[in-house]
């Protein structure tokens, strides 16, 4: 080790995760120090979370001027609330003065942001607006909250913890936000919200989530709906599953014809490996009536998001690394958040949004609505937990990848990409 080294524990890690790297064998699950240790994780923390556009809800969580959501990331906090101008903007959650949070985790609403410890007073916008007692030579314009950067894509909200974010996620927007739109999150609202803390390492989760290789045995619910030949090519469909991949192509046709006269968006746009904002967009057919995420693949919500009068419009699925995967369908989104904990804790949050009038009780019952993401999320928590146990065995052997898996390839191949590059 170098004397540079020595005096710098932040670049010893930085060795460390890079030596795992160096030894993990293309095609195969990552070696288990990368899931486990946590040197490596707060290397993970310092040179992607905080460096990366992160999804952090929606602008259906926050309709009204004053209302707002945290998300805790990274030792941050990120206040995102709506202003009294109707704008969407980010602040750190941390007082100006002696630096208490202020607000807890979770929703809420307020007029101004009144810190509990001393009673300073922040508009919405930041700016400070009260501070009792404060002297007058001191400056109060320079003493606004700390904003955080913050992108709104389709009523997405994206956050970078950066001082300097990337421009990537800006480039990416305009070949997204098509996609986006038709589902009009603007005009829809919360439904549920779930939050499931899954005992594994946020990359398990991330891998267990890119591939449907586990989902024909281990997702009954999701599977009624969900194509099991995912991922598949033609050659690799096996034959007991013939019957349900040309299903699928029939539904393909039927939905790409659908999407083409209604002007929707549904082609595949995927680039997943090389850039900092790795994303994979595309509009696929749901099995069964074609409509939700129920049982026979009817529609969950009676009254449909946006505009929209087709029902069939399959899941529109939005990934991007390192934190989300979105379903967008005619009548609800179910968006999904992850953050990291620890080594071997992570937080999944599930959000179901209906249009904004539609009733519940009468539109949509949020069991029903529920249910299948609930158990699925649940039966994959089971999965993430195993793989945790296993990778943190001494007998654990990194295991090859197959091309129903190419997507957690790619996944992995962006993590060492991204990770080298801020090296
Ligand atoms: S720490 Fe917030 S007012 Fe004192
Ligand atoms: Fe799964």
């Known amino acids: 080790m170098t ?65 707002y959501l945290t998300f805790d990331v990274a030792g941050s ?58 002297s007058p030579d001191i400056d109060r314009a320079c003493l606004g909250l700390r904003p955080v950067a913050l992108r709104e894509v389709g009523g997405l909200i ?20 098509d996609y986006l739109t038709p589902h009009r999150l603007d005009r829809a609202k919360v439904a549920a919200q779930v939050d499931l803390v899954e005992e594994g390492n946020w990359k398990l989760v991330l891998e267990n989530n890119r591939e449907c290789y586990h989902c024909e045995g281990g997702h009954p619910e999701l599977t009624c709906t969900f194509f099991p030949t995912w991922g598949l090519s033609e050659d690799q469909v096996p034959d007991r599953l013939r019957a349900d991949h040309d299903r699928y192509l029939f539904a393909e046709a039927d939905l790409m014809r659908r999407c083409d006269e209604l002007g929707i968006p549904h082609r595949l746009v995927e680039d997943l490996v090389e850039r900092p904002f790795g994303f994979r967009i595309q509009r696929e057919p749901l099995d069964g009536v074609g409509e939700s995420f129920s049982i026979d693949g009817s529609r969950l919500v009676g009254r449909l998001l946006g505009d929209l009068a087709d029902p069939q419009l399959g899941r529109c699925t939005f990934h991007t690394q390192p934190n989300a995967w979105i379903h967008l369908l005619a009548d609800h989104v179910v968006t999904f958040s992850v953050t990291p904990l620890s080594p071997d804790r992570t937080l999944v949050r599930t959000t179901w949004l209906v249009h904004e009038e539609a009733v519940e009780g009468v539109d949509y019952d949020v069991e029903a609505l529920t249910a299948v993401w609930r ?49």
């Open 77 to 134: 906090s990120v206040l995102v609330i709506r202003d009294d101008d109707e704008q969407v903007r980010a602040f750190h959650n941390v007082c100006r003065h002696r630096g208490s949070r202020l607000v807890a985790p979770g929703n809420g609403s307020v007029g101004n942001l009144v810190c509990g410890y001393h009673s300073w007073t922040y508009a919405t916008d930041g700016s400070l607006r009260y501070a009792p007692q404060l």
């Open 158 to 177: 994206y956050c970078s913890l950066a001082a300097t974010p990337d421009g990537d996620l800006d480039l990416a927007a305009d070949q997204i936000r």
């Open 375 to 423: 158990a699925t999320n649940e039966q994959d928590a089971t999965f993430v937990r195993n793989t945790q146990l296993g990778v943190a065995d001494p007998a654990y052997v990194p295991g090859p990848y197959n091309e129903a898996e190419r997507h957690v390839d790619y996944f992995v191949r962006w993590y060492d990409a991204q990770i080298r590059s801020e090296v």
């Open 3 to 67: 004397d540079q080294l020595v005096g710098d524990p932040a670049a010893g890690r930085r060795t460390n995760i890079l030596d795992h790297l160096d030894h993990r064998t293309p095609g195969h699950s990552l070696p288990g120090a990368l899931y486990t240790d946590p040197e490596v994780f707060e290397t993970e923390i310092d040179l992607l979370w905080r460096r990366r556009w992160l999804f952090v809800g929606t602008v259906a969580e926050v309709p009204e001027p004053g209302d």
